[in-house]
């Protein structure tokens, strides 16, 4: 792997430190180098533990070239993206099924990102919501919020302590506040360990701006935010590992992102589960706008 380990070069302190990145598609933006920026980009091309529709591991080389369908204007804010300083170094290098060395693998590259730029925002693409945990392990929130259609609060599912279907119980037992919203996905355990363990959720029939609001006003500081892609409703999201019909509109997460980013500290970002295999699927370009008004809103 130290091949892979050589194909992106990052300075830090008048020497090369490798990543276990590579390049893949680069956006049609100005990027800057990661010691110059405010935002740096990681891609999580994993889908080891895909349960349904496999394809996840496309899903962040489809966003990157779906924002190429956008203007990099966002009118509702008045932020040009291009005018902002992003760097992008890439995609880990995965352990093909292997989700623990994966996971341990982009553990260590967001440390040495962090090293090179403590102060920019890291934002993920991904690939299954299990690489979710690496960041968040790393990046040490108080809080997690999550858009998703499931709880991902199961203990283990075929087999694996760190299958996508656990990442909301790995991480609260990192001792993070969890809330979850859009869900209309679980099982009974889940629930009952969500009951016993304080684990705040909202079901997508009942989802509202205001019970957003109510959830998370109280949460502690700095935050964690991850948007599994099939948290929106099926026709908009055909493209992931299970989509779930029922789900949130677009404006619903785009609202609950605007407020988040205008009252809270936020410490990271994902977003997740993006598959298939065609070049411009509905998910990537789903996936793509939000990327680009996440990008403004915190820029405004």
Not at 25 to 38: G, I, Q, S
Not at 39 to 52: K, Q
Request: aromatic residues 12%; glycine residues 8%; proline residues 5%.
């Amino acid at each position: 792997m130290n091949l892979y380990k050589s194909f992106f070069g990052i300075s830090f302190g008048g020497a090369m430190e490798p990543l276990y990145t590579f390049r893949t598609f680069d956006m049609e933006l100005p990027l800057v180098n990661p010691e110059e920026a405010d935002y740096i980009i990681l891609g999580l091309p994993f889908d080891g533990t895909t349960s349904y529709k496999p394809g996840a591991r496309f899903g962040p080389l489809l966003i990157r070239q779906a924002t190429l369908n956008l203007e990099s204007y966002v009118l509702d804010y008045d932020v040009d993206v291009a005018q902002l300083r992003i760097a992008d170094v890439g995609d880990l290098v995965v352990m093909a099924g292997d989700v623990e060395g994966t996971l341990e693998r982009a553990a260590r590259t967001v440390e040495e990102l962090r090293e090179i730029n403590g102060s920019a925002l890291p934002i993920f693409l991904g690939g299954e919501h299990s690489m979710t945990y690496a960041p968040v392990r790393v990046l040490r929130p108080r809080s997690y919020v999550v858009f998703d259609a499931h709880l991902d609060l199961r203990n283990e599912y075929e087999g694996s302590l760190f299958n996508h279907a656990c990442v909301a119980r790995r991480i609260r037992e990192l001792g993070v506040e969890v809330a979850i919203f859009g869900v209309r996905s679980g099982t009974k355990e889940e629930i009952e360990f969500a009951r016993e363990n304080n684990v705040e959720w909202v079901h997508a029939r009942d989802y509202s701006f205001d019970a957003f609001v109510d959830l998370v006003l109280s949460l502690p500081e700095p935050i964690y935010v991850s948007v599994d892609i099939d948290v929106f409703d099926a026709p908009l999201v055909p493209e992931t590992g299970t989509p779930e019909a029922g789900g949130l509109r677009f404006w619903d997460v785009v609202e609950a992102l605007e407020w988040l980013t205008e009252r809270k500290s936020i410490v990271g970002f994902d977003i997740m589960e993006v598959a298939g295999t065609e070049i411009g699927n509905v998910t990537a370009l789903t996936a793509a706008k939000l990327l680009f008004y996440f990008l403004a809103m915190t820029a405004r």
